[in-house]
């Protein structure tokens, strides 16, 4: 899901010199799980921590779209040492996990996500997540964002996302620390705008850009625009530290020169 999802913003922030990983939640996208292992929130956050470990080894930038924005908040407050700084995009973070769907009889949630992985229902979704998309556009990106779904394990996963109770993180945004940037459609029909500014009140180190003309996945519809805004963000501490470094001073206060920029997820 990530891969599809970041198909136009991905090549966009390897040209602007960032490393980037994108890398799916266990249980989303195109996770091999021939061997399912549970699918709730504490089995997807150990999951990215183990990879984050094994591979990134250095405090990341995270990047959460949507529902993939409670993820980055419920990672960040677990494992601080591991995210530098936040990006959230059109962030799913006030609803209280997956509500009453938690308590539906097994055969209903199955019954649900079959509908859910429909071809008409991700359609529909496209129509209200995207801003005045071509139809021929619409059906295009409806069958890539149902790619994943075809994968036999996939049902069984969501069900058991579903049913554990989903991510529930509106306690936790008081307790980010790592400076963030709110990057939201300002046209997003899903997820309404105001949030954004409440999302940028509560969180206690912040900023907001609103892209006009745009829905609720900026990172596909305005790849260029959501990149810039990142990499502007990622490069702002290194801009800072070249200033310092320019002004006049005596040699003794000479440092050496800044960290490349950690890497994004």
């Given at each position: 899901?990530?891969?599809?999802?970041?198909?136009?913003?991905?090549?966009?922030?390897?040209?602007?010199?960032?490393?980037?990983?994108?890398?799916?939640?266990?249980?989303?996208?195109?996770?091999?799980?021939?061997r399912?292992?549970?699918?709730?929130?504490?089995?997807?956050?150990?999951?990215l921590?183990?990879?984050?470990?094994a591979?990134?080894?250095?405090?990341?930038?995270?990047?959460g779209?949507?529902?993939?924005?409670?993820?980055?908040?419920d990672?960040?407050?677990?494992?601080?040492?591991?995210?530098?700084?936040?990006?959230?995009?059109?962030a799913?973070?006030?609803?209280?996990g997956?509500?009453k769907?938690?308590?539906?009889?097994?055969?209903?949630?199955?019954?649900?996500?079959?509908i859910?992985?429909?071809?008409?229902?991700?359609?529909?979704?496209?129509?209200?997540a995207?801003?005045?998309?071509?139809v021929?556009?619409?059906?295009d990106?409806?069958?890539?964002?149902?790619?994943?779904?075809?994968?036999?394990?996939?049902?069984?996963?969501?069900?058991d996302f579903?049913?554990?109770?989903?991510?529930?993180?509106?306690?936790?945004?008081?307790?980010?620390?790592?400076?963030t940037?709110?990057?939201?459609?300002?046209?997003?029909?899903?997820?309404?705008?105001?949030?954004?500014e409440?999302?940028?009140?509560?969180?206690?180190?912040a900023?907001?850009?609103?892209?006009?003309?745009?829905?609720?996945?900026?990172?596909?519809?305005?790849?260029?625009?959501?990149?810039?805004?990142?990499?502007?963000?990622?490069?702002?501490?290194?801009?800072?530290?070249?200033?310092?470094?320019?002004?006049?001073?005596?040699?003794?206060?000479?440092?050496?020169?800044?960290?490349p920029?950690?890497?994004?997820?």
């Amino acid at each position: 899901m990530v891969l599809t999802e970041w198909r136009y913003g991905y090549p966009l922030l390897e040209e602007a010199g960032l490393e980037t990983w994108a890398i799916d939640i266990l249980g989303w996208g195109f996770s091999d799980l021939k061997r399912r292992p549970p699918c709730n929130v504490a089995s997807k956050r150990e999951h990215l921590y183990r990879m984050w470990k094994a591979y990134i080894k250095k405090p990341m930038i995270l990047v959460g779209p949507s529902l993939g924005a409670a993820v980055a908040i419920d990672f960040a407050v677990a494992h601080p040492e591991a995210v530098e700084k936040l990006v959230l995009i059109d962030a799913s973070v006030y609803t209280e996990g997956t509500g009453k769907m938690s308590s539906l009889p097994k055969a209903l949630a199955y019954a649900g996500v079959a509908i859910l992985k429909s071809f008409p229902l991700r359609f529909y979704v496209n129509v209200l997540a995207f801003n005045g998309l071509p139809v021929n556009t619409n059906i295009d990106w409806a069958n890539i964002g149902r790619l994943h779904c075809r994968y036999p394990w996939w049902e069984d996963a969501t069900v058991d996302f579903m049913l554990s109770g989903g991510y529930n993180v509106t306690a936790q945004i008081g307790q980010v620390k790592q400076r963030t940037l709110i990057i939201w459609g300002q046209d997003d029909k899903i997820i309404d705008s105001k949030l954004a500014e409440r999302l940028h009140c509560e969180l206690p180190s912040a900023i907001l850009h609103q892209i006009p003309d745009c829905g609720h996945i900026p990172h596909v519809e305005k790849p260029g625009a959501v990149v810039k805004l990142i990499t502007e963000f990622v490069l702002e501490e290194d801009r800072r530290e070249l200033l310092l470094v320019s002004q006049p001073r005596d040699a003794s206060q000479q440092t050496d020169s800044p960290d490349p920029a950690p890497p994004l997820h």
